[in-house]
């Protein structure tokens, strides 16, 4: 077929799945997990908050890291309001920015809720478009527009924005259902309107307030596709994000390969290589220290579990009486090797002989005493930076990158006093004893 349209995904957990209340990622962590999903060969990784100081080093470090061929695969993208300002600050921050999703709040309950009244729909319009140009005159080379609250939004309003949007230059038009308020009957019917008006390639970023995320996410790219364009699903792993979070990376990537109306009639973006995946489910769970629930689809501790007499017995002689997918397709199923004797750790205080022993372990050997030294400093201060035991990726990174390790992990706190903080230092105010504890 000439036009082949397909899903490809782009992973959003390095910016709304750190958006989670009272969870984060250090930045070796977020480097770690944009290294898998090129691994894996995700098409893109929403990777951070171009206009956020503390994660400009990250940012560039991680572009770098494109430079050198190190991610070949995963597009890296900034997300940003769609605000000229917003723009000018990120271009300025992370010059080297090619992809980046542009937001913009388009129902009337955030246009007047968040404005005040201030703002109409055609000022949304004239904004984003000027965001827009700044974008491209700033070199982005893939913009998409991102339509905040659109479940919530006036549908032939989000057709108009989309349209002007397009003689501006995006690419992609992203549907938020922000407030995951969709269900897949609506989700279906709404992309496949914007799709077929626009006949531009369509985001799905759909949030789980009503445990749908993923159902809609599918159908949502099923009504693009099925439209003519380019679908692209917004992911997070293991489902983090904001509130009941963000449709589930490997879910979607099921539901869209294995699922019914799905299996075998849609295709997902070549480059995927689902054997990979429970790689990263794994290492997403220890990086935000929130573990894999035991019923998560594919990943949970239960997922292939069979105990009830019928099933074990069902599932034993065949297992696709009881199983719609195998393990191993995900890369489940290696032994865990369990450390319980003697163990050696390498952290934040740790000393030269134990660091040597763990990376001996990798079969990583030092060149000279010089080098040991380096890496170990390296090495202590990312223990510092994540607060967890390293993990083998996360040691063999800084053996490797020791340059972008040291670049991605500094992070020079913004301290200019003015205004009133000035004349508290001025005065030597911050000088003297206070009670706060
Ligand atoms: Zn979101």
Not at 258 to 287: R, V
Not at 342 to 356: D, P, S, V
Not at 415 to 435: A, E, W
Request: proline residues 3%.
């Amino acid at each position: 077929m000439p036009n082949k349209k397909y899903i490809y995904f782009v992973d959003v957990t390095n910016r709304d799945g750190v958006q989670t209340s009272r969870l984060g990622l250090a930045k070796l962590q977020k480097t770690i997990i944009n290294l898998m999903l090129d691994d894996i060969g995700i098409t893109q990784s929403e990777f951070g908050f171009p206009t956020t100081r503390h994660e400009i080093n990250y940012l560039n470090g991680n572009l770098e890291l494109v430079d050198r061929g190190v991610i070949t695969k995963t597009k890296l993208s900034g997300w940003m309001r769609g605000i000229e300002e917003d723009v000018l600050l990120s271009f300025q921050n992370v010059p080297r920015l090619k992809f980046v999703n542009l937001s913009v709040s388009t129902s009337d309950q955030m246009i007047k809720g968040k404005f005040g009244g201030k703002k109409t729909r055609d000022d949304i319009i004239k904004s984003t478009n000027k965001a827009l140009d700044t974008a491209i005159a700033c070199g982005a080379q893939d913009i998409g527009v991102n339509a905040e609250d659109a479940s919530r939004s006036d549908i032939e309003y989000l057709i108009t924005f989309g349209l002007e949007a397009k003689k501006h230059g995006a690419k992609k038009f992203r549907y938020c259902d922000t407030l995951g308020y969709d269900d897949p009957i609506s989700a279906y019917e709404r992309i496949s309107k914007i799709a077929q008006a626009t006949k531009m390639d369509i985001e799905l970023h759909f949030h789980n307030d009503l445990g749908m995320a993923a159902g809609n996410s599918v159908m949502g790219a099923k009504a693009a596709v099925d439209a003519g364009v380019n679908a692209y699903i917004n992911t997070a792993i293991n489902g983090m994000g904001e509130r009941a979070g963000n449709a589930d990376l490997i879910s979607c990537l099921l539901g869209v390969l294995k699922s019914s109306g799905m299996h075998g009639k849609y295709e997902i973006d070549p480059n995927i290589d689902l054997s990979k995946t429970w790689k990263l489910a794994k290492y997403t769970a220890y990086a935000f220290g929130i573990p894999i629930p035991i019923n998560q689809p594919a990943t949970g501790a239960n997922a292939f579990a069979h105990e009830s007499g019928i099933h074990a017995d069902g599932a034993l002689k065949d297992r696709l009486n009881y199983e719609l997918y195998d393990y191993a397709e995900l890369g489940r199923g290696e032994p865990e090797i369990v450390e319980t004797g003697r163990m050696i750790t390498t952290g934040e205080y740790g000393g030269i002989k134990g660091f040597r022993n763990v990376y001996e372990k990798m079969e990583i050997e030092f060149q000279d005493e010089d080098e040991a030294r380096n890496i170990l400093e390296l090495a202590r201060y990312a223990n510092v930076h994540t607060q967890k035991p390293l993990t083998q990726s996360e040691l063999k990174f800084i053996y490797y990158y020791p340059d972008i390790a040291a670049k991605i992990m500094t992070v020079t706190p913004y301290y200019m006093p003015t205004g009133n903080l000035k004349k508290r230092v001025d005065n030597n105010f911050i000088t003297q004893p206070h009670l706060f504890v």
